[in-house]
Structure formats: C-alpha cells, structure tokens
C-alpha cells in the first residue's frame, strides 16, 4: 500500500494508523490562506517522510527536519483526541493546543495579579487526593428520587469545598496559590468545572437535567423508523385537558349544586403521514384505563356525526369539518400497519394488542420491542404537537385553563371561574369535538396547502394510496367483551340456569330451560358501550342461545360496565350499601344527589350520569311475558332519572313546588344549564362561544 509507512515510528507501526489515509481529517478550506500554507506544508512533508522518502529531499522541499517531522507525528497526530480516535492531521493546524500546558517555572505572582498561568494544573498534579475529591464533588448525581436530598451542587458550593481542602493541606497559612489572589481561584474552578463536565457527557446531562433530559438525549430524531406511506403508522397519547370544569348534582330541595371535578384525559389517534385525527375518547377516569384504549380505537374505525351543542344554537364546525367518514363511505374504518404508543400508555395497552393484530391487522410498537422510549416526547413528535395545537387553538384560551406550566395562571383562579361559571364537562366534551373536527378541516402548512381531511381524499382519489378498510363484523365482534363463563344452577342444585358476569347474574327463559348446559362453559358477548343490562349467550360452536337479562339490583336503570364495576369497588370497601329491593344505580345516584355536593364527584357518578343521558330512553327489551312488567318498570324508573339529570338546566331552581309543576316541561332539554350568544367564527381559530345564564322559564 502506497500510503503505509515505510518507516518505524513507535506507536504508529502494526497499527491501523500506519496507512495515512486513515487519520481523522477536517474541512481544510476553513482556514485562512497563510494557515492554510502553513498546514498544507507539514502535511505533504509528512506524508513524504511516511512514504520513504529521503529525508535531505523532503528538508529541501518542505523546509523540515527530520526530527520536527518525528515530533509532529508522535507528539502530535497520533496523540489520542477526545473523540476517541487520534488527533491525525487535525494536529497540523497551526496554534492548535493539543497538550495541556504544565507549569515548570516557580509560581511568582507580580502585584497586579499575573505570573499564575498554568498554577492550578500544577497544584493538582501536586495534590492528586484534592484531583479526586474535587472530580467526585463534579460528577456527583444527586439520588432524589425516592430519599431526601439535594436536587444539584451548585459551582460555587463546589469552589468552597475545594478551597477548604487546600486550607487543610496548609496552603493558606502559606500564602500560596490560591489565597494568594483576590478571587481565590474562583474562575479557574469554574472553567475547570465546565471542562470535567464536557468530557463526562452521560454524567453531566443527568446532572443537569436528571432522567428526563437523558431520555430525550437517547431519543431518536426519526431517521431509523421512516414512514413511507399513508397509514402505516399511527400515534396515540393521553392528554390532560388543560382546563377545570363542573358538574352539576341536583339538591332535594330544589336546585342544583356545581361540584368541580378532576382533570380529565383525552385520548387521540393521529396518522402521521396526512396529519389526521382518527378519532378521540374523553375519560372521565383519573387514570386512563384497557377500556379507554379499545374506545378509541372503535371510535377511529366508526363514523363519526356532529354532535348536538347544548350551550347555543349556533353551529361552530366549520365547512368540511370532522373526521375520515365525513369524506364517504370508502373511508369508514381505515385500518393501519403500525401503533405507536408511550410507554405508559403500553402497560394499558398490552390487552389489545391482540385486538390490533386480529381486526386493525396492526403492530404495537412499544418501548420493549420498537425505538420507543418510555415518557419521551420526541419519540411521538406528531401526537405531541397536536396536544400543543389542541390548548392554543381552544382549552387554554379560556379563563378556567390551568395552563401548560405551573405560573401560567398569572394570578386567575381557574377553580374559582369554574363554579362561578358553572363550566360544565358536557361542554368540554362539546368544544373538545369542534376543536378536532375543525383541526382536520383546516389547512396545514406540512401539507402542501391541504388539511389532513383533503390530503387523505387527494391520496385515495390520485391512486397513490389505497385504503385497507376493516370488515364490520370485525368491528363488533373483536371490540365486543367476550369471556367463556360456567352455567350455574340446574336440577341438582333446585335452580333455573343463570351465569354470573360481571357481578351480576344473568338468564333468560330459554336458558333456564336449558337443563342440558348446567355445568358446562358459554361463550358471553357483551359491547362495554352499550347498556349491560342485556348480553348474547352461544355456545362453545357459536350458536346462538338467547339474549340475558341482568337481575336485581341492576335491571332497572341503564348503565354500562364500567359504572358498575365503580359502584362495586365503592360497596367492598364500605363506601356505599344497598338496601333491599333497591336498584343499585337509581340508588347511587340518589345517594351522591342527596349529599348536596359536600364531597367530589366519584367517576361511578360521572360515568353513571353520562350513560343515562347518552341513552336516553333507548333501552334493551326483550319480548317475553316474564319481562314485560319489569319492563314497565324499567321505562318508569330511566323517565325518573333522566328528569333527575334534565333538571340541571335551569339556572336557577325555583321553589320546590313550581319545580314538581314544571318537572315534564324540562324532561326533554339537555343536560347543559346555560344558552349562549353567539360570536363570529373564524377561520383560523376554533372559537368557543360566549356564555349568558338562561332566563328562567
């Protein structure tokens, strides 16, 4: 090889360094022409004398000895650089520093304070206990996360320690360096701070900004995990809303009391080549759980209608707003290849995964088997930045936000306008819907003058993308709560056959004359959306037996899963009892009423109100004379609780009296207790309308 040294220069021979072309280079125009001269110069000398070469040609050429050829390859290139390689041809530049300086004349200080350069270098080669101590007070991570303890050592408090070491070395009664100064050494420390900082990285970014600036350290920037095509990916992420709302529990005097309630949580699907939002589940939970997952992953394969304002008249979505169906029925349940999800959001996840990979015909990508990294932002950019847009565009426009960061109040109070404002969630839930499907309907900059609605149908319409769309069936059966579940009862046990699910005991006529199935096991289906009153019983072949009822305390008011599963967490741990012949949801929910909001609501309450009112007199029937009269009952006790809900409309209650006379005029308004006026909408930002009190009726 033409470029191996043909001489023995120790330290560079059997090394991969001995081809020259190999050494670390640089952008060699960078520098100014008499530097450049100067570089180019050692250069070829250098390369000549590597080459065999004769050493009187290469003086007469290049102006070099040999020995400053020698010097500059071993005291120079081949010196090892902080970047791990060598310093090769980067150490012919001219001026540049690649030994520390090490003082070697006597320290004599003048009176104006210099004569002290390279000084502190020397005391700690003189002192290497006073080095190590000093590098241990530099690079100590502070333990914070479960002891008490110093969030961070600040440089000064690490300058004092290191003066008070010298003092016990004697340095001060001698006078020596760095009493000897006016600044005690105090800038020499500090820069030799920032120096031990820069060569320990890993170390320094936990110290100044503990695991979660190293999580974002790690984090990609996306080169590795490109998307090339519509719908290969998708994100999803829970947010906080930013904002403190209100509900509204009816008083048995009359009247209502507004009760401020937790933050609540949106959970959002976004494609990420088009930019669009799938669909969105608000969470009335403190935590986000398994069923809100599969509800927001149902919501972004369904269609999706606007939903009917309660607080004005007046329609806030702008033209083309809302989601992929609004485009036709081609682009109802679009399914994708991957979800990208938080680390989080993983361990709530795990459940459907198998859901993902039977009817989306998609990958979890979680930190255990992907890129991603547990809590890091960077890691879902496009989800993120939505959230952003989300709190701009709407939550944090209003005077009951709670902001981004803890001083963004600037001195509001957003519990206090909530009650004063009597801000309900049902209008969250409202301006949450005309925020997002407005979002999808308005032009983004990284979509060549498109919104993410028009991207989506240019892509279809173009050819360039064809939609992988999911089958219905699969919609209701893989997103359905299916469990095998033991037939109870029979001769044996002197009872008709039932199943228990779900803390409670279901049966049918059909089933209870089903003698046969006593013992054995059924597949029960139930939708968690849907009223639980009423699931499907098959077989172990999949032939359908009958539809179950729910009996008592449960068979009266509709009500989902996840209500009754909160109302039974709260009768274990002695927080609520049932009486006999009670229902236990008319029950609760008297319960919680009767208290006149002295407490918080619990989310059974929340959960529990929002079904009825979602349901409103749609109940589940089933045609058999055994029924009929429970029925009946049923129909009498949600028409009772619904004018219960309804009720909270009117802003003000009058006497109980005037309230009993007006009780069936109010039965059929809404939820929400104020109108509003209206307010020009714009195209650039999702406004929320303007609230005034309604005038009693």
Known sequence: MASESMRHIKGLSDTIWADYTNWPGFDEASLEADTLNKFLNRKEAIKAYLSGIEVAAIRKEYG??????????????????????????????????????????????????????????????????????????ILKIPNTRK???????????????????????????????????????????????????????????????????????????????????????????????????????????????????????????????????????????????????????????????????HHTDKDFYIDGAGFPSVLGEQFVGICWDETSIDGALAEKAKVVTEVLKNSVGSILLTPENSYAIRRTKDDRPFIESFFNKLGILGFQKISNTTGNYPGATKGRDP?????????????????????????????????SGRSPLQYLQYL????????????????????????????????????????????????????GQRLDLAGKKIWITADSDSDSRVIKASSLTGEHIDNLRVSPPWNRVPHNFETRRLICGLIRQGKFSLQNQQDAVESYIAEVEASGGKFPPHPAYLTARNFLVQSNDTIHQVPDNETIQSDMASNETNKSMESRITDNTEDKAKSRSTTKNNTASRNKQNIAPHTSDATAHTQNSASL???????NK
Not at 483 to 500: E, S
């Open 460 to 511: 279809v319409l173009s050819k360039t993308f064809q939609p992988r769309v999911i089958d219905p069936q699969h919609l209701d059966t893989f997103f359905s709560y299916r469990k095998l579940c033991m037939v109870k009862g029979g001769l044996d046990a002197g009872k008709r056959p039932y199943v228990n699910f779900e803390n409670g005991i279901y049966t049918s006529p059909i089933l």
């Open 689 to 695: 309308p303007p609230r005034r009190k309604a005038e």
């Open 415 to 447: 519990i206090g306008v909530a009650v004063a404002s009597e801000f309900q969630y049902e209008y969250a839930e409202e301006l949450l819907d005309i925020i997002i499907a407005n979002y999808n309907a308005r032009i983004h900059s990284r979509l």
């Open 147 to 309: 002891k008490l303890g110093i969030l961070s050592t600040s440089k000064r408090s690490i300058w004092l320690s290191f003066l008070q070491s010298l003092r016990e070395k004697g340095l001060e009664i001698r006078g020596e360096w760095p009493f000897s100064t006016k600044t005690n050494g105090y800038y020499s420390v500090i820069r030799y701070i920032d120096r031990v900082l820069k060569e320990n990285p890993s170390k320094a970014i936990l110290i100044h900004g503990g695991n979660e600036l190293q999580r974002k350290m790690q984090a990609g920037d996306g080169v590795d995990r490109p998307v090339h095509r519509p719908f290969q990916r998708v994100e999803m992420d829970a947010h906080k809303i930013d904002g403190r709302f209100t509900v509204a529990i009816p008083l048995l005097e009359g009247g209502y009391q507004n009760v401020l309630i937790h933050r609540i949580w949106v959970i959002v699907i976004i494609e990420v080549v088009t930019r669009l939002v799938l669909g969105y589940h608000m969470s009335l939970r403190k935590e986000i759980s398994k069923e809100d997952v599969l509800r927001v992953i149902k919501k972004s394969l369904s269609p999706w209608a606007k939903k009917k304002l």
């Open 64 to 137: 070099i000895s040999e020995s400053q050829i020698y010097r500059l390859i071993t005291e120079r290139c081949i010196r090892d650089h902080p970047d791990g390689q060598i310093y090769g041809w980067r150490a012919l530049i001219p001026g540049a520093r690649i030994v520390q300086f090490k003082r070697r004349a006597p320290i004599v200080i003048n009176q104006w304070g210099h004569g002290a350069v390279g000084v502190f270098q020397t005391l700690l080669d003189t002192y290497p206990d006073v080095r190590e101590a000093l590098h241990k007070k």
